[in-house]
């Protein structure tokens, strides 16, 4: 997701991508913004939008995007990961031009979109990338289908919130802040220009035009789909229980100014996984993919060059 300032929160060329796609894939229009974005259906009847960047015959990375974001959102990072790596941005279900069903939306579901994405294209393995929520997919890929993870890299992330010991316990604080209550209010056709998505799409740095496209990308997401995302995605939302099942090289990449994770919910994050290596890009917050690509990729590819 975007980053927020308030308290608590934020190819090849076209014509050979359309002969070497696998069956059942469809281009945007040329020309469009978002025209890189191609379409494929899943095995399980799920359309999933994507984005396929870098040669082909280069090692695969699969990326996952945070909440109410999309492929399109991450173009720059992954023009920049595509020099070295055959990259696939794709469009977790729910958002931008992949099926938006009422349910399901937990974290493996869409777990299992992107294994069923992988067996499309017909990669056996990957280097998984996730951000944000798709930093919680991706650690959920690899605990569930450890065979088909090279390295795992979580960006700006969480392990979850703990399961609740009791029914008396108390309730944990609103995901978003009071911008909770402002996704619950929402009612279609949504405004991308209204107050609640330039608050929610204030990226620092963020190129203005994206921004503008990225706030109409969100919009065309239907309201009932962003509270199912929100509620549905509480459903075990504490990746603490299948942490231990993560064995692939791991890295955590953290914004040190994130406002939606703090640096002791970094430091349970490692705690539960000792493995991995953890970075702290010191001046980038929440979004950081989105706030300076070239500074993320840097870490990325200096992760993946390790032996």
């Given at each position: 997701?975007?980053?927020?300032?308030?308290?608590?929160?934020?190819?090849?060329?076209?014509?050979?991508?359309?002969?070497?796609?696998?069956?059942?894939?469809?281009?945007?229009?040329?020309?469009?913004?978002?025209s890189?974005?191609?379409?494929?259906?899943?095995?399980?009847?799920?359309?999933?939008?994507?984005?396929?960047?870098?040669?082909?015959?280069?090692?695969?990375?699969?990326?996952?995007?945070?909440?109410?974001n999309?492929?399109?959102?991450?173009?720059?990072?992954?023009?920049?990961?595509?020099?070295?790596?055959?990259?696939?941005?794709?469009?977790?279900?729910?958002?931008?031009?992949?099926?938006?069903?009422?349910?399901?939306?937990?974290?493996?579901?869409?777990?299992?979109?992107?294994?069923?994405?992988?067996?499309?294209?017909?990669?056996?393995?990957?280097?998984?990338?996730?951000?944000?929520?798709?930093?919680?997919?991706?650690?959920?890929?690899?605990?569930?289908?450890?065979?088909?993870?090279?390295?795992?890299?979580?960006?700006?992330?969480?392990?979850g919130?703990?399961?609740?010991?009791?029914?008396?316990?108390?309730?944990?604080?609103?995901?978003?802040?009071?911008?909770?209550?402002?996704?619950?209010?929402?009612?279609?056709?949504?405004?991308?220009?209204?107050?609640?998505?330039?608050?929610?799409?204030?990226?620092?740095?963020?190129?203005?035009?994206?921004?503008?496209?990225?706030?109409?990308?969100?919009?065309?997401?239907?309201?009932?789909?962003?509270?199912?995302?929100?509620?549905?995605?509480?459903?075990a939302?504490?990746?603490?229980?299948?942490?231990?099942?993560i064995?692939?090289?791991?890295?955590?990449?953290?914004?040190?100014?994130?406002?939606?994770?703090?640096?002791?919910?970094?430091?349970?994050?490692?705690a539960?996984?000792?493995?991995?290596?953890?970075?702290?890009?010191?001046?980038?917050?929440?979004?950081?993919?989105?706030e300076?690509?070239?500074?993320?990729?840097?870490?990325?590819?200096?992760?993946?060059?390790?032996?």
């Amino acid at each position: 997701m975007p980053t927020h300032k308030t308290p608590a929160i934020l190819c090849l060329a076209l014509l050979l991508a359309l002969f070497c796609s696998p069956p059942g894939t469809a281009a945007q229009p040329e020309g469009a913004w978002g025209s890189e974005r191609k379409t494929v259906m899943l095995a399980n009847g799920m359309q999933m939008g994507y984005v396929e960047l870098g040669d082909p015959g280069k090692p695969p990375l699969l990326f996952l995007h945070g909440f109410t974001n999309s492929s399109l959102g991450y173009l720059p990072l992954g023009r920049l990961l595509a020099q070295h790596h055959r990259v696939f941005l794709i469009d977790q279900r729910g958002h931008g031009e992949s099926s938006k069903p009422a349910c399901c939306y937990t974290r493996l579901d869409l777990a299992h979109d992107a294994k069923l994405f992988m067996d499309q294209f017909g990669l056996q393995r990957a280097h998984i990338a996730g951000h944000s929520l798709g930093g919680m997919v991706a650690q959920t890929l690899a605990a569930f289908w450890p065979e088909r993870v090279d390295r795992l890299m979580i960006i700006g992330s969480t392990i979850g919130r703990r399961s609740l010991p009791s029914r008396d316990s108390p309730r944990p604080p609103p995901t978003f802040g009071p911008l909770d209550a402002e996704i619950r209010a929402l009612k279609d056709p949504i405004d991308p220009d209204s107050a609640f998505m330039k608050i929610w799409w204030e990226v620092p740095g963020l190129d203005p035009q994206i921004q503008y496209h990225m706030r109409r990308e969100s919009a065309r997401i239907p309201a009932d789909i962003w509270r199912a995302m929100l509620d549905q995605g509480e459903v075990a939302r504490d990746l603490r229980v299948t942490a231990h099942r993560i064995t692939a090289p791991t890295l955590l990449l953290f914004g040190g100014k994130d406002s939606l994770f703090s640096a002791a919910d970094n430091a349970d994050m490692a705690a539960w996984l000792p493995h991995a290596q953890a970075v702290t890009l010191a001046e980038l917050g929440h979004s950081l993919p989105e706030e300076d690509p070239q500074a993320v990729s840097e870490a990325l590819l200096d992760f993946l060059r390790q032996p």
